[in-house]
T-cell receptor, first 109, second 114 residues
């Protein structure tokens, strides 16, 4: 039962360009949608979120877009920096967060 | 550091032994979640607890796994009679229970079953 899918296991982007990470979900009951960033051997850290009543939320270089009709979520990072290289998880939730499989983002100098 | 504290960070057990993983939530947080990450996979929800209560254990295997969050002390995830398939990173997260859903994660406990 995969409620959350991140179909790109990996993504490679040149420094300074835009990184776009995608996420699809099936459960229309999710109230909020979060993105987490994870470095090896560390716990996930919260990046940005959006509630189900909005379609866009921006925080500095990070913007999350929500298309409820398509049940699709995306994270835009611009400009991408080498320190952004990590695994990114989308995590929609109601009472608990349900994590996607993650996308490994590599920013090339 | 007032973050979520997990210990041990690394644990090695032989098949059939017991593993106990501990989690102290952030100060002021009364909600604790346990997630498991198998190699090359995402985080899978296991259990959600509040003080002295299990709220949602829909992700817990039916046998050998148990969790508690007593009135005093850390939350404990207990795995009895471990098998090789239990080898994974176990992450604990806590929250104050806000509607935003943000969870604060610890650094994880990595269990290796020989």
């Amino acid at each position: 039962d995969q409620q959350v899918k991140q179909n790109s296991p990996s993504l490679s982007v040149q420094e300074g360009r835009i990184s776009i990470l995608n996420c699809d979900y099936t459960n229309s009951m999710f109230d909020y949608f979060l993105w987490y960033k994870k470095y090896p051997a560390e716990g996930p850290t919260f990046l940005i979120s959006i509630s189900s009543i909005k379609d866009k939320n921006e925080d500095g270089r990070f913007t999350v877009f929500l298309n409820k009709s398509a049940k699709h979520l995306s994270l835009h990072i611009v400009p991408s920096q080498p320190g952004d290289s990590a695994v990114y998880f989308c995590a929609p939730g109601a009472q608990k967060l349900v994590f996607g499989q993650g996308t490994r983002l590599t920013i090339n100098p | 550091n007032a973050g979520v504290m997990q210990n041990p960070r690394h644990l090695v057990r032989r098949r059939g032994q017991e593993a106990r993983l501990r989690c102290s939530p952030m100060k002021g947080h009364s909600h604790v979640y346990w997630y498991r990450q198998l190699p090359e996979e995402g985080l899978k929800f296991m259990v959600y607890l509040q003080k002295e209560n299990i709220i949602d254990e829909s992700g817990m295997p039916k046998e050998r796994f148990s969790a508690e969050f007593p009135k005093e002390g850390p939350s404990i995830l207990r795995i009895q009679q471990v098998v090789r398939g239990d080898s994974a990173a176990y992450f604990c997260a806590s929250s104050p229970g806000l509607a935003t859903g943000e969870l604060f994660f610890g650094e994880g406990s990595r269990l290796t079953v020989l």
